[in-house]
């Protein structure tokens, strides 16, 4: 019995959430009593998932996996884990993830947990901890099904390296375009930039920067940081930023280790998407703002005298 874990790449790159998996794919492994398999799909990574936990890793390779299809990968995906007898699989919960992992827990007939936050308890079953009610809470599902399949949220594990080379092997499966419903004519990607969802650290503002012309003192203070930008609703509604930054309980769910929230209230529908960020600090002129009640670190203040201040400072402890 195996635990494989889905290794997501983009154009020829493991994502970082991707090593995350294999890490808490291989811990688990190791409390279970048995391997940790990485499972790639199409045109894979080029570094050595065996550094990350890895005890093997298996490579599906084929003129249909060239681009993103959940139907196909999951497919391919199931036929890998009942040939390698998977009783756990782990996948990160990205787009991509969320869209596989339903698919294939029902067609291994497994059970699906999404939102898993913390390593599996095994000391008297198998119980899970997962974010509940838009990451405002935490749930302990104990899982009694032999077959499980969980997704893992992005920057929740710590990537551990100390493991060995590991070769990889290119595995066939008899996915056909037949089992393919859906056709992707186009898509646009950001490029350039650090996901949102993978970053460590995001700055983000609302309505309180004024408008789109002083979105230079995020950039610059993202560019000083080595952060992602990020953005409310109601600025990628009206069009001062890409929707692609939208973060929240309708744009993209984030768990960086800091996020710095300037000129944003913080409707709850914004806190759905940001909660479960490790450190949260909040800048903004009305000190009722629903913003700090979540906030570790707060500033009542105007952000275009804040946000200077914080480059300045910032640059000089990087220059240092």
Not at 8 to 30: P, V
Not at 105 to 121: P, R, Y
Not at 139 to 150: A, D, E, T, Y
């Amino acid at each position: 019995m195996a635990v494989i874990v889905y290794a997501e790449s983009d154009n020829g790159i493991y994502k970082k959430s991707s090593f995350e998996a294999i890490t808490y794919g291989k811990d688990l492994a190791n409390q279970l009593g048995s391997t940790c398999i990485a499972v790639s799909i199409g045109n894979k990574g080029t570094q050595n998932l065996g550094l990350y936990g890895a005890d093997k890793e298996l490579n599906i390779s084929g003129d249909l996996f060239s681009t993103f299809n959940p139907q196909a990968y999951a497919k391919a995906l199931s036929e890998v884990v009942s040939a390698e007898s998977g009783e756990t699989v782990i996948i990160s919960q990205t787009y991509n993830g969320k869209s596989i992992a339903p698919l294939l827990a029902v067609k291994q007939d497994a059970a699906l947990v999404t939102g898993i936050v913390d390593m599996v308890d095994t000391t008297a079953g198998f119980s899970v901890k997962k974010t509940c009610f838009s990451s405002k809470a935490i749930g302990h599902i104990n899982v009694n099904h032999p077959k499980r399949v969980l997704t893992l949220i992005p920057n929740s594990y710590k990537i551990t390296e100390g493991g060995k080379d590991i070769s990889y092997e290119t595995v066939s499966t008899s996915v056909s375009a037949s089992d393919i419903n859906t056709t992707i004519v186009s898509t646009d990607k950001v490029t350039g930039k650090i996901p949102l969802t993978e970053a460590e650290l995001v700055v983000s503002a609302g309505r309180g920067l004024k408008g789109p012309e002083n979105w230079n003192m995020i950039e610059e203070l993202a560019d000083v940081l080595g952060a992602a930008t990020a953005c409310s609703k109601p600025v990628s509604d009206i069009g001062w930023r890409p929707h692609s930054e939208h973060v929240g309980q309708t744009g993209i769910t984030i768990k960086p280790n800091l996020y710095i929230a300037a000129g944003i209230s913080g409707a709850i529908q914004h806190l759905a998407g940001v909660g479960s960020s490790k450190v949260i600090c909040v800048i903004n002129t009305d000190p009722e703002a629903p913003f700090f009640k979540a906030a570790d670190y707060g500033i009542v203040g105007d952000v275009f005298d804040v946000l200077p201040k914080l480059i300045k400072r910032a640059k000089e402890i990087k220059g240092a």
